[in-house]
């Protein structure tokens, strides 16, 4: 069963502690999610059969939902990498951050497909873009 809860290790001590979080919203439980540290921020995206993304607040301990915006191309909205699991996402600088490939459910059952695609998370204007192949 997935869980919620978040753990803190300690490499001085070789311990690990329960994180204790403010009340309030939080994400659902989850597992196979994305998750990257930028700043005081830790970003959770998606996992199995989920698509939202949260970011973590460490001198608060506070959880607060990101509400995806899809960027815009010549007037076109694109669209967010949505539902997937088992992807990484790679932080190069403090502006934003990557996501490549993942898997995704496929109908019905446990039928399932690896993707491919690059996306770039944009914190400044809170947007995902999917990055094309130099052709």
Known sequence: NALNDMWRFDLASDTWTAVVV??????????????VVLGDRMYVYAGLDKGDMWYFDFK??????????????????????????????????SEGFYLFGGVKRTGHGHRAADLGDLWYYSLDSASWTELMPAE
């Not at 403010?22 to 998750?35: A, I, K, T």
């Open 60 to 93: 608060t301990n506070d959880w607060h939902e990101v509400v995806q915006e899809a960027a815009t191309h010549s007037g076109t909205q694109s669209r967010t990498p949505g539902a997937r699991w088992g992807m990484p996402l790679v932080a190069l600088d």
């Open 22 to 35: 403010s009340p309030g919203s939080q994400p659902s439980s989850r597992s196979l999610h994305g998750s």
